[in-house]
């Protein structure tokens, strides 16, 4: 899988990232979810670009991880693939919206029934009984009577904002639930997207830009996403028809056709309200960083809810206060 190898090379080499001059006087550590760190990748260097005397440094390790290392001090942002939790915010997380991303469903192009799920989609209840495993077989999915068919479920081994989003879609039940039922579990949006890549009876989901090709906007290596089916007619209306490429998907999340969750807003979260270097860069994210934002796969929040979390940063403005 090209695209996905070129990812993962990206990720390895996350932690050590250095994207300004050796000599930056203010150095800004970024960790947590693997949605926003492709762009957040290019923000830093952007940002640098401009500001020689900042350096940024930018790891991965999902959401858990980052909400961990900045709450704990080790980095000044997190990035977050979810809302953030009550407890979350009572230990002092400051998080600011930066934009609006999604998670979708995934399944090998040679599924054996991938032109019924084509055609038909599938619900909320389809999605529960597959990844609890109440169905076991893909012939079940569709009603056929066929063989080597039985269903490989993979879910996310790391504290995972886009699990938890995507367990919301169809159930109630928790992501520790899910990875129990799992056939096996991966550390990062790529490992999971490889995983389905390489076997033909699995299901999984990944972040919409894990899911599609970065450069092309096509379709990622041998992973396909799976069409809901919202009305639970069995059939995929036009309405629920958006996902022949990158920027089809992207607008019907723009548009709210598709269903939020899955879609939801990323973060980047602070201990506390922003100060210093780290302030500015928060705010040029939301200023003069927005226009990377489209182009690099994501959906722009809308210009009333942008020049709200400007505010919350430059006011300090409490979450329990907005």
Known sequence: MKQLTRIGAVAGIAAALTTSPVQAETTIRVSG???????????ADKYADVNDDVEIKVAGGGTG???????????????????????????????????????????????????????????????????????THWGEVVGKDLENDKIVVYGRSDASGAAKTWYKLFSKASQAEFQNIADANFNGDQPLAAAVGDEVNAIGFNNLNFAYNIETGGYAGDIRPIPLDLNNNNVVD??????????????????????????????????GPFTGEVKNFITWTLTEGQKYVAENGYVQLSEDALQAQRRYVENAVKPSER
């Open 238 to 271: 036009p309405d629920e028809s958006f996902y022949q490429n990158r920027q089809s998907f992207l607008d019907a999340v723009a548009g709210g056709q598709y269903p939020s969750p899955p879609a939801r807003q990323i973060y980047l979260a602070g201990k």
């Open 33 to 43: 979810g693997w949605a926003p760190y492709p762009l957040m990748v290019i923000w």
């Open 65 to 135: 991880k980052g909400v961990s290392d900045v709450l704990n001090g080790q980095v000044d942002i997190g990035m977050m693939g979810r809302d953030p939790a009550q407890e979350e915010i009572a230990q002092g997380l400051f998080p600011i919206a930066i934009i609006k991303d999604s998670v979708i469903g995934t399944i090998h192009k040679d599924n054996p029934v991938f032109d019924d799920i084509q055609a038909q989609g599938l619900s909320r209840e389809d999605f529960n009984a597959i990844f609890t495993k109440k169905v």
